[in-house]
C-alpha cells in the first residue's frame, strides 16, 4: 500500500480516536439523546465508575501513538477491540450511527493489513 495513503489512513483514525477519547472527559461533542437500550448500556457502563475513563484513555493512547507514528503495532491492536465493540454496538443497538464505527473499523483493518508483519506471528 502507498506510503502516503497509510500515513493519512494512521493519522486520520488517531484523530479520530484522540478527539472522541478526550470528548469523554471534556464534552466538547454533543452526544444525541438515546433511549431504550443504547442507554441502559451506556448507562451501565456509566455506573461502574471505571469504563468511561478506561475507554477514553485506551483511545487517546492509541490516537496519539498512531499519530506520533510509535508503536503502531499495539496501538492496532488497541484499535481493534475499540473498533470491534464501536460496530457491535451500533449493530445490536444504534443502527443510525454504523457510518463512523465502519470508517473506524475499515481503517483500523486497512493499517493491520499495511502493518501484516507486525502481527503475523498473532496469527
Not at 14 to 37: D, T
Not at 39 to 68: H, N, Q, R, S, W
Not at 84 to 106: E, K
Amino acid at each position: 500500500m502507498n506510503s502516503k495513503l497509510t500515513m493519512a489512513f494512521r493519522l486520520l483514525l488517531g484523530l479520530i480516536l484522540l478527539v472522541f477519547g478526550l470528548n469523554k472527559f471534556f464534552h466538547f461533542l454533543p452526544m444525541p439523546p438515546m433511549e431504550g437500550a443504547p442507554a441502559d448500556f451506556m448507562g451501565a457502563l456509566g455506573k461502574t465508575g471505571y469504563m468511561f475513563p478506561l475507554i477514553a484513555i485506551t483511545e487517546i493512547v492509541a490516537g496519539a501513538l498512531l499519530i506520533i507514528n510509535k508503536w503502531k503495532g499495539l496501538a492496532l491492536i488497541f484499535t481493534a477491540i475499540i473498533s470491534v465493540n464501536i460496530v457491535l454496538f451500533h449493530l445490536a443497538l444504534a443502527p443510525a450511527g454504523i457510518a463512523l464505527a465502519a470508517v473506524v473499523a475499515i481503517l483500523n483493518i486497512l493499517l493491520m493489513y499495511a502493518n501484516w508483519k507486525k502481527f503475523k506471528t498473532l496469527f
